[in-house]
């Protein structure tokens, strides 16, 4: 069964760089989009990126000038890194995996099947 | 970017009854929505892909319907472990927003 374990640093200060590493278990990276996906009281469930076993990305639009995901096959890790934070920052960090579930035509419907447990980033000064 | 709005925000509902919760998109997504469940402290679980197909494991009692801009989370009857948070999420287009989300309390 497939396992993601989440970790990386919870208390940062204001202009500081947000970094969390997700491993993978007991799978391999090939075929999925690897997300990453915060929560907030104030902005709910906010998607912020994801990138494909090959290393091509896709990020929110609102995030993009400040994040970067990257992946390592060999570790079957991926993390994720976030510029600049500021308080608006705060909230909890999932990582997830984007599976394709089901065909539709050419295209596939994708969901986040599997999650990792979360990680609590307070930014503060 | 798309826009999810889900009702109601909340709703109180006892053990056995049956509810239904409504998405909806601020623009037509076809079928590529999803939904949740989330409890207290704990990650998102994958309940419905593709607007009405049920996730691998997840009962029977959970089922899903709509297209285009409309869509509904129906529990045909609530268990003790239901009683959650519900979001919707469409996996149209980038970025794939999610509702607010539904809180379902025991009455």
């Known amino acids: 069964q497939v396992q993601l374990q989440q970790w990386g640093a919870g208390l940062l200060k204001p202009s500081e760089t947000l970094s969390l590493t997700c491993a993978v278990y007991v799978d391999s990276l090939s075929g999925y989009y690897w997300t990453w996906i915060r929560q907030s009281p104030g902005r709910g469930l906010e998607w912020i990126g994801e990138i494909y076993h090959s290393g091509s990305t896709n990020y929110s639009p609102s995030l993009k000038s400040r994040v970067s995901i990257s992946v390592d096959t060999s570790m079957n890790q991926f993390s994720l890194k976030l510029n600049s934070v500021t308080a608006a920052d705060t909230a909890t960090y999932y990582c997830?995996?984007?599976?394709?579930?089901?065909?539709?035509?050419?295209?596939?419907?994708?969901?986040?099947?599997?999650w990792g447990q979360g990680t609590t980033v307070t930014v503060s000064s | 970017d798309i826009r999810m709005t889900q009702s109601p925000s909340s709703l109180s509902a006892s053990v056995g009854d049956r509810v239904t919760i409504t998405c909806r998109a601020s623009q037509s997504i076809s079928t590529y929505l999803n939904w949740y469940r989330q409890k207290p402290g704990k990650a998102p679980k994958l309940l419905i892909y593709?607007?009405?197909s049920l996730q691998s494991g997840v009962p029977s009692g959970f089922s899903g319907s709509g297209s285009g801009t409309e869509f509904t989370l129906t529990i045909s009857s609530l268990q003790p472990e239901d009683f959650a948070t519900y979001y919707c999420?469409?996996?149209?287009?980038?970025?794939?927003?999610f509702g607010q989300g539904t809180k379902v309390e025991i009455k």
């Open positions: 999420q469409q996996s149209y287009t980038s970025p794939y927003t």
């Open positions: 593709a607007a009405s």
């Open positions: 997830a995996r984007g599976a394709p579930l089901a065909a539709a035509g050419v295209y596939y419907y994708y969901a986040m099947d599997v």
